[in-house]
């Protein structure tokens, strides 16, 4: 029997300079949790030190947290990979830090970078400079992300600015995307429209929330048997019966 899990698998916690400050990995389980969504996943700016607290937040709740991560690309498009383990988002953490340029955040300019454990205390702050791009071209990034096991999924395609077809100017099936994501503010009916040519892919939208009553504004509904990387490939393929809506 295939299940149905809403999803909303774009959101910013307290360590992304631009979210706010309330975002911990707790409250951002927590709202979540109470707003009736399956999976989540969690996808700070170019890093993902928040990702084993939010899992750990959700061990006692029914509530499945992917480790993400939102990278932005040397040509400043913005992808999001999803993971099942935060082991495996750490490995792609340690690739993108080592393609940083060594520039410390300016917190009065971007914000604080805060890192939290599952009982919302402060652990840390991160100095590296999170909010610009990365020194890994795009296609690095999608290739990097497959050899890790992940998805890749292409940000916000309809913003005018730091998607892949407002920095790229197109997306090409060679790229290997495994889905394009909206924006929450895009229904349907204007991208089926707009974004006739990628048809082919499967869509989903998030909320990409950077505050607590962002979180679940938009989710898709995800038909198949459990909350994994794998089970989502085949709902993103239309394998199996496996599905993903967005209505
Ligand atoms: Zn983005
Ligand atoms: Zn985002």
Redesign the pocket.
Known sequence: MLKEFKADL?IHTCLSPCADLNMSPLAVVNAAAEKGIDIIAVTD?NSAENVLAAQRAALDKDITVLAGM?I?SSEEA?I?ALFNKVETVIALQDIVYANMLPIENDEKMYGEQIVANENDEVTGFNKRLLIGGTLLPAQDIINTIHSLGGLAVA??ID?EA??IISQLGFITEDMGFDALEMSRNMDRNTAEIAFKMYSSYAWISSS?AHYPQDIGKRTVSFFMHEPTIEEMTLAFNNLDGRKVVWE
């Open positions: 774009h700016h939102e932005a913005h999001i940000s916000h913003k730091f998607s990409d």
